[in-house]
């Protein structure tokens, strides 16, 4: 019913910058909130950022508040990741995900998204 589709990841060294993309198939992507978590091997997955269905209140772990911003453009069924500054901590798969209800805020919870991309690689060296 709905597909999400990461790319933007990659090899980067500290202090470097680099913009994950994520394409959403479907009518309605303009109606949900979406948002990016990210996972370590070993490690809970961990909430990175989120925005509102129109795009108007955006939302960030404390981690990367101030290095990372999410954006999109639903005329694009497409949402962002900018990350700035990266740190090594920085590196772990990153998935893309959308709400399952409509209209939403943004949640830091992955339980509240019902549609997840395949995640994409991001590698940050010291």
């Known amino acids: 019913q709905v597909q999400l589709v990461e790319s933007g990841g990659g090899l980067v060294q500290a202090g470097g910058s680099l913009r994950l993309s994520c394409v959403a198939s479907?009518?309605?992507?303009?109606?949900?909130?979406m948002g990016w978590f990210r996972q370590t091997p070993g490690k809970e997955r961990e909430f990175v950022a989120a925005?509102?269905?129109?795009?108007?209140?955006?939302y960030y772990a404390d981690s990367v508040k101030g290095r990372f911003t999410i954006s999109r453009d639903n005329a694009k069924n497409t949402v962002y990741l900018a990350m700035n500054n990266l740190k090594p901590e920085d590196t772990a798969v990153y998935y893309c995900?959308?709400?399952?209800?409509?209209?939403?805020?943004?949640?830091?919870?992955?339980?509240?998204?019902?549609?997840w991309g395949q995640g994409t690689q991001v590698t940050v060296s010291s």
């Open positions: 479907g009518r309605t992507f303009s109606s949900y909130a």
């Open positions: 925005i509102s269905w129109k795009g108007g209140s955006t």
């Open positions: 995900a959308k709400e399952s209800s409509k209209y939403g805020l943004g949640s830091q919870s992955g339980t509240d998204f019902g549609s």
